[in-house]
């Protein structure tokens, strides 16, 4: 058994961190070219949905096919960060290594991302304005149905300006097995519920846009502790086309239409 894996999401060759912790994983893999990397389609796996659960594929496939102490997930251009700086080195070669999350996890089950702070809106009138909010209400409605004691938490969203978005994680394997019990279970009853038709490309990924919001509902409800480490993006985000794009969500009602 390894000690920690955190696989990669990634639908392309992109280049890849040297620590041996990092598995890079090809989602969205069935039926597509190989590209080099592991993939999605392989043993108990879901890597078909993936148009519409985007890097939940490879959670789920890290849950079922792993075997591992830890398990986490980050993204081709979305890593946790080192702290050992040095602005010369590739940024690819900045993110956390071995030691440093294995240092992290010697007081902690789980490692997140440092929180997103929303400064003019709450978590909900955020996904509200943004996305469709459909998806979102039925999720209410699961929670309330299925899983009662979560739904004090899940109302927190309307008041909460920050989480831990990205769906990046890194947690011990049996917290990962009460955690991805939990999430798909929900998942899967929103996908009998929603018709992913009605929504164009962008907007039918929406089962990763409110596992994000989850998250923190799961960590919150069962008052688990974990630790936070700072996102490193590979590439820089232009952060003067999300804003615009937001204010036109907000006071236009024109919908992202692509990720930022």
């Not at 920690?4 to 893999?29: E, R």
């Not at 978590?123 to 299925?146: A, D, G, N, V």
């Amino acid at each position: 058994m390894d000690n920690i894996k955190i696989i990669v999401a990634t639908n392309k060759k992109y280049k890849m961190p040297s620590d041996s912790m990092y598995l890079p994983l090809h989602v969205g893999s069935y039926g597509k070219e190989n590209i080099g990397f592991d993939v999605d389609s392989t043993g108990d796996n879901i890597s078909k949905k993936n148009p519409y659960f985007c890097e939940l594929t490879g959670v789920y496939w890290a849950w079922k096919n792993l075997d591992a102490k830890y398990i986490g997930l980050c993204h081709y251009r979305r890593y946790f960060s080192s702290n050992k700086k040095n602005p010369s080195q590739d940024r690819i070669e900045r993110v956390a290594k071995k030691e440093e999350i294995e240092k992290i996890l010697e007081t902690t089950d789980i490692i997140l991302p440092k929180k997103r702070k929303y400064y003019i809106e709450n978590l909900y009138s955020h996904y509200e304005h943004t996305m469709y909010i459909e998806p979102l209400e039925e999720t209410r409605k699961i929670i309330e149905e299925k899983y009662p004691n979560y739904l004090a938490e899940f109302e927190k969203l309307h008041k909460r300006t920050s989480a831990h978005m990205f769906n990046m994680f890194i947690m011990k394997k049996n917290v990962l097995d009460d955690y991805c019990t939990w999430l798909f279970d929900i998942l899967f009853e929103l996908e009998k519920r929603i018709d992913v038709t009605k929504y164009d490309a962008f907007h039918a990924r929406f089962f990763g846009r409110v596992s994000e919001l989850l998250l923190d509902v799961w960590i919150n409800t069962n008052n688990l502790k974990y630790k936070e480490v700072k996102v490193l993006n590979i590439e820089k985000v232009n952060w003067i086309k999300k804003g615009t794009a937001f204010l036109m969500a907000k006071f236009t009602g024109k919908k992202y239409e692509k990720s930022f």
